[in-house]
């Protein structure tokens, strides 16, 4: 290639004109002195926003190229003219899909007054729900108000939420506490007390998910459940053995006759609590409600007992079944020390038997019939799609009571395995209105 006074000659003189124009070279002050200062002065003439001719108004009109890189010169590193984007528009609402392109599907209407059919095995619906039935509930769904705390019993602070998990055998358990509506707004403590514990190893443990709830509009309430559960947690736990051989060896009766006693002498050790402390026994009382589960996978007995309101469920083919023994398929008699003195005090000491005779306090008024709670009890065989739900009444009272929050666990648990620790909280804090007491629930997913 000739260069002249610092220009190029022959054919590429045009294109050194179409960036430069027909100046003369000024010198070094003013031009590239060698040919690779000369490569990125073209390249910078090139790429300057000056040097791109505008687009033209006229659509019609052939759109003009950039100048090419001339032929005689091997083109730099670095040396790129990007094509301009080409604008891509999104399809208006309700036009028809690209071509190629498969259309979204569209289900099925369902008509007014049905409920829409289950997800098929595997699938579990996305909860999207707050709240189920015919309004919004009257409290927020999160926390307001913390309990007041005393600087010296600590301790004594319960936690809003509770959660827990396992899994053994065949079986899957999850378990929940959480405060209700009405505590939350309030700044009152969790009423219900949860406990979760096994005993023994291999497949000869047991596993206890104890809950109790203390008496309404009392001050120790939250003490009483969680020493309810204390109690049943440490008599389980002493005769686990005893009480694991019983189930895989199907002995009903030993077991129900076993575990009354259990559950009268915990209550009763409560109830003597009651009065060291000098509170009443009626206000420092608690429902105490109990799941046996065996570790060996070979057994599959589930064993409910306790005394008190609540509830006991069963999710079997995609159906709930109310399986909460009833008064009449208890033992028949009243748990011992529930409603009565004690019969012995947390030191051992016995103490006069009560005879259930009331002693009137004059010849004239006859005293009132102490209360008493049945003790409940059942046995039963679990089958592999079972999922098994105990749950105090802050729970079985709106699943009893609004059939929509029975439909929503019934799609969220039917055919899907158990779910994780999360999605399992937020199933049972599905709210409803009118609800707004503490939740205490137990579920087990047999395999």
């Known amino acids: 290639m000739n260069q002249q006074g610092g220009k190029p000659t022959g054919h ?14 000024a010198g070094p002050s003013t031009a590239p002195d060698s040919l690779d200062d000369r490569y990125a002065s073209a390249a910078d003439a090139v790429n300057r926003p000056d040097t791109v001719p505008a687009p033209r ?25 990007e094509p301009a984007p080409v604008p891509v528009e999104a399809p208006a609402p309700g036009s028809a899909p690209a071509p190629g392109s498969a259309p979204a599907p569209v289900p099925a209407p369902v008509p007014a007054g049905e409920e829409p059919p289950p997800p098929p095995a595997g699938d579990r619906p996305a909860r999207a729900l ?34 827990d998990g396992a899994r053994y055998g065949t079986a899957t358990v999850r378990a929940v506490s959480l405060r209700g509506d009405s505590a939350r707004y309030r700044g009152e403590p969790r009423r ?64 129900k006759s076993g575990l009354h006693r259990l559950t009268g002498r915990s209550l009763g050790r409560l109830r003597a609590s009651a009065v060291e402390q000098g509170v009443d026994p009626e206000e420092y009382a608690a429902v105490l409600r109990c799941l046996l589960l065996p570790a060996d996978p070979e057994c599959r007995t589930r ?26 398929d208890t033992a ?42 049945p003790f409940r009890f059942r046995a039963s065989v679990a089958r ?17 009571g609004e059939p929509e929050l029975a439909a929503h666990l019934r799609r969220r648990w039917s055919g899907s395995g158990p779910p994780g ?27």
């Open 303 to 328: 064993v409910f007992f306790g005394a008190g309101a609540g509830g006991l469920f069963r999710l079997r083919d995609g159906e709930w079944q109310d399986i909460e023994p009833r008064v009449t």
């Open 384 to 400: 592999p799609g079972d999922t098994l739900l105990l749950c105090t009444s802050g729970l079985a009272d709106p699943l009893r």
């Open 130 to 163: 707050d709240y189920v039935g015919a309004g919004p509930p009257t409290y927020d769904p999160e926390p307001t108000a913390l309990p007041p705390a005393d600087p010296d019993d600590l301790g004594d602070l319960v936690a809003d939420t509770v959660l």
């Open 12 to 25: 590429e003189d045009d294109w050194w004109g179409q960036l430069y124009g027909d100046a003369e070279d």
């Open 192 to 255: 219900d007390s949860l406990l979760t514990a096994r005993f023994g190893t291999g497949d000869h443990a047991l596993l206890l998910v104890a809950m109790a709830t203390g008496a309404r509009a009392t001050p120790g309430a939250h003490r009483a459940a969680a020493e309810a559960c204390r109690w049943i947690g440490r008599a389980v736990g002493r005769s686990h053995e005893q009480l694991a051989a019983d189930m895989r060896a199907g002995r009903r009766g030993d077991l």
């Open 57 to 81: 108004s006229d659509p019609d009109a052939p759109a003009r190229e950039a100048p090419a890189f001339p032929a005689g010169l091997p083109r730099p590193p670095g040396f790129t003219v």
């Open 332 to 373: 028949g008699e009243p748990v011992v020390g529930f409603g009565s003195p004690p019969a012995e005090t947390p030191d051992g000491d016995r103490l006069t038997m009560d005879l259930g005779i009331p002693t009137p306090p004059s010849p004239y008024e006859p005293a009132p019939e102490p209360p008493r709670e």
């Open 421 to 447: 620790l999360a999605d399992f909280l937020a199933d049972t804090q599905v709210r409803v209105k009118g609800y707004a007491d503490d939740r205490t629930a137990a579920a087990v997913w047999e395999t």
